[in-house]
Nanobody, 127 residues
Framework: QVQLVESGGGLVQAGGSLRLSCAAS????????MGWFRQAPGKEREFVAA???????????DSTDSEKGRFTISRDNAKNTVYLQMNSLKPEDTAVYYC?????????????????WGQGTQVTVSS
């Protein structure tokens, strides 16, 4: 079993940046693919980004403008931590951001099937 603790959320103006962190403990971190999801009030949880066990593969949700480098997921297996760098933030990015862990034997990013979740961290982007 793995425990996840997110941090780094807060209030930022539109156009600003935040870096979220998710620290894992309780199990071998490199056995887990990791992901970030978000949930805005009144909306379903939405996939944001995922990264493979090794960190060699990533996947992004449609709202992240990944081709523009707006959101970037990364991980440091030595520190048992996954990150989400968010740039050019928009008011519509306002949500609670959750970190998820998926135990897997394959080295791929996943959009579904996460086994463990953190408690979430609030991101609020003002216009």
């Amino acid at each position: 079993q793995v425990q996840l603790v997110e941090s780094g959320g807060g209030l930022v103006q539109a156009g600003g940046s935040l870096r979220l962190s998710c620290a894992a403990s309780g199990s071998t971190f490199s056995n887990y693919a990791m992901g970030w999801f978000r949930q805005a009030p009144g909306k379903e949880r939405e996939f944001v980004a995922a990264i493979s066990r090794s960190g060699g593969s990533t996947s992004y949700g449609d709202s992240t403008d990944s081709e523009k480098g707006r959101f970037t997921i990364s991980r440091d297996n030595a520190k048992n931590t996954v990150y989400l760098q968010m740039n050019s933030l928009k008011p519509e990015d306002t949500a609670v951001y959750y970190c998820g862990a998926k135990r897997t034997v394959t080295d791929g990013p996943f959009r579904y099937g996460y086994d463990y979740w953190g408690q979430g961290t609030q991101v609020t982007v003002s216009s």
